[in-house]
């Protein structure tokens, strides 16, 4: 195994258009030299693999999960892989969006929080005079008071929030994220477990941007918008740049 292989990532030859490629890579993986990486990664002895099927997901934080049978064994492994597809320098991509209420119910908000996301996405109209938007507030706008309070509990919940939005729970949370990069000058891809993003995203201080949105380390938090209006531009989103990734790769 070479050192590229260990760290997780590698130029590739072919960008990846979708999901259906890493799928087709997977199914074809004695013939393809990504698949072949993707496994060892996973820490999968190529000579021991007897066969090798891809599937994919929808609804859940997992995109793709690979069964492995192994030779002379009555075993299969299974590998769930959440997949990232940018086809810029960076690429910001979402990783979650619900209505606050549903955030409350997954993570028991206090109803002082509730109210500040509800004004914070429109869903509660502003209750300050002048505010920047007629719409809704920005978390600068809010009181000092209001936006400490925030700001403790977004640290007391870091760990819970971080995981279900990148992860996620149950049987079809994601163990792995690869992130495929296609651009008119190069492709690449990088593939990490997710307890590695897990802190690699979520690790760093929470803090308030210029725009008036909290960061959770590198996780933006924000008012959805667009929609043409839609209420469902009042829900709340989480969104991450992908291509941050390969940042951890030293070749």
Not at 126 to 131: A, E
Not at 222 to 234: E, F, P
Request: include cysteine.
């Amino acid at each position: 195994m070479n050192n590229t292989q260990l760290l997780g990532s590698q130029t590739a030859k072919n960008g990846f258009r979708n999901e259906d490629d890493i799928i087709n890579k997977f199914n074809c993986w004695e013939a393809d030299e990504d698949a072949q990486k993707w496994l060892t990664i996973m820490q999968y002895n190529l000579a021991e693999i007897d066969n090798v099927k891809a599937i994919k997901l929808r609804g859940y934080k997992t995109d793709v999960q690979i069964q492995i049978s192994i030779k002379l064994k009555e075993v299969i492994g299974v590998e769930n892989l959440q997949v990232k597809l940018v086809s810029s320098q960076k690429g910001f991509n979402q990783v979650d969006k619900r209505w606050v209420n549903k955030y409350a119910e997954m993570w028991q908000m206090p109803d002082e929080i509730i109210t500040i996301f509800k004004k914070y996405t429109g869903e509660i109209p502003p209750s300050i005079t002048n505010p920047k938007n007629n719409r809704r507030m920005f978390f600068h706008e809010f009181t000092a008071a209001e936006q400490a309070i925030t700001y403790s509990w977004l640290k007391q919940n870091k760990t819970l929030i971080v995981s279900d939005i990148l992860r996620g729970q149950g049987r079809f949370a994601a163990e792995w994220m690869l992130v495929a990069q296609k651009t008119s000058t190069h492709s690449r891809w990088v593939l990490k477990p997710m307890n590695f993003c897990l802190n690699f995203f979520g690790n760093d201080d929470i803090s308030i941007t210029e725009r008036g949105n909290f960061k959770i380390g590198k996780i933006t938090m924000q008012r959805k918008g667009g929609d043409a209006g839609r209420d469902s531009a009042k829900m709340l989103q989480f969104k991450i740049d992908p291509t941050e990734l390969f940042k951890t790769v030293h070749t």
